[in-house]
Structure formats: C-alpha cells, structure tokens
C-alpha cells in the first residue's frame, strides 16, 4: 500500500518515469531489507542502509537513494525522520523566486491563454496537469468571480464548451520557458512559479497553513525543507 501511494504522489507531481522507477526501487529495497513496518522505522535504520551501499555504489547514488527515501517518508507518509540526518553532506543549488511585480509583467505580457493559465496557477496552486485538463463547468467555484468572468469571455470568443485549453503539458511547459526567458530573463518552471507565489502571499506573512493548501503538500516539514534547500529559510526573522 505504501509503495502504491507513493507512485501516486509522483505520478500527481508530474515525475519523471525515470525518477519514478529509480525512487520506487530504492524505496522497495530499503523496506525490503529493514523488513519493519514503515511506522516503526528509525532513523538510525536509513543511515545503517546506506552506509551498508556505500561500498556498492557512488557517492552520487548515495545521495539519490537519501532523496528518494526523504520524498517517501516526508512527503508520502508525513513522518520526518530524514531531515535530521547530517551524514551525508548534499548541496543544493541556490533558486530564485520572483516576487509578484515580475508575476505581474509576465501575466501582461503573454497572450490571452497563458496569461489565463498563470492567472489560475495564482489562484489555485494547481499542478500544471490539473489546470490543462480543467472544465468549463468545473472552475465557478474554484476561482474569484472576475477570473471566471474572463475565462468565459474567452470560452465565448473561441466557441469553448467543455475543456478550456486544447493543449498538451509539453506544449505549454514550452511556451512558458519562452515566456519567461523573454519577460523575466531566465527560465521559470511552473513549479517555480507556484512556489513563488507561494512564498509572496502566503508564507513572507507567516501563514504557513494557506501556503500549505495552497501547494497541496502533505507536510509543513515538506515545505520547509523545500524552501531551505532552495537557500530561502522563511521561518529565520
């Protein structure tokens, strides 16, 4: 059961099925060989696995098989017995954000339909694929009245009546990098974009439960450790 939630929350996080098989089979051979139930599983339990692979494998597949059982336990089973774990040194590479003026410049400057998609990304925190497979009939509820009205004025003028974009996820995540290297002079992803949006409305004000609701994570502990490996503690004052 475990092993099936966590293929569903990569496959809702829009992994790579790369990723997904190389962090299903790390985290099946780890059970495997602590051969405890996953609430009994210590952190002592995690070093001793992967000290015993150090003599198997690089020290680069080391920290890949660490993020691996961080994304399961962390985000998967919600237990944070990984963080703490200080062994194994892993560098991450510093993001940016962009703060909402620049969201705003990029939300001005593209077309009616992306600027409608990021439009909804702020609104909701919907993952990319969730916002392409959206229904007219589905988003009243969903979003602010003047974002609804402006997507049925665009529903109107293009003849839309049941799915709002006729894209593919490849197609857009294009057009956005586009987007954003023309407007906003480097790449962006979604993510990225979620993640700043995140950060400006939500957690810069210490609410930390609308952000965690807004980004669909499982854990406050989740987000944390995203923010601080992307080299922006929020909770230091």
């Known amino acids: 059961m475990d092993i099936i939630s966590l293929k569903t929350e990569m496959e809702f996080r829009g992994y790579s099925k790369s990723t997904q098989r190389t962090y299903t089979r790390t985290v099946k051979d780890f059970l495997n ?21 150090l ?27 990984i963080s703490s774990i200080r062994k194994y040194k892993r560098d991450f590479k510093k ?25 909804i990304l702020f609104e909701t925190g919907f993952q990319l694929k969730e916002i392409i497979s959206l229904r007219l009939t589905e988003i ?12 049925l004025k665009y529903c109107d003028k293009y003849g839309i009546e049941k799915k709002i974009f006729n894209i593919t996820e490849e197609t857009l995540r294009n057009k956005n990098r586009e987007n954003t290297v023309k407007f906003l002079g480097k790449h962006y992803s979604f993510n990225d974009l979620r993640h700043s949006i995140a950060l400006e409305k939500y957690l810069k004000k210490g609410d930390e439960a609308k952000a965690q609701e807004y980004l669909g994570n499982k854990t406050l502990a989740s987000i944390r450790q995203y923010y601080r490996r992307a080299g922006y503690d929020y909770t230091k004052k």
Do not use: C, M, Q
């Open 33 to 53: 060989v602590v051969n405890k139930d996953t609430l009994e599983i210590k952190k002592e339990d995690v070093i001793e696995y992967l000290d015993n692979n």
């Open 55 to 81: 003599s198997l494998v690089d020290p680069n597949t080391i920290l890949v098989k660490l993020n691996a059982l961080s994304f399961f336990f962390i985000e998967v089973l919600g237990i944070d017995i």
């Open 95 to 119: 993001k940016d954000f962009i703060n909402l003026d620049e969201f705003n410049i990029l939300v001005a400057s593209v077309g009616e339909r992306e600027s409608l998609v990021y439009l």
């Open 140 to 151: 009243e509820t969903l979003l602010s009245s003047s974002l609804y009205r402006r997507i």
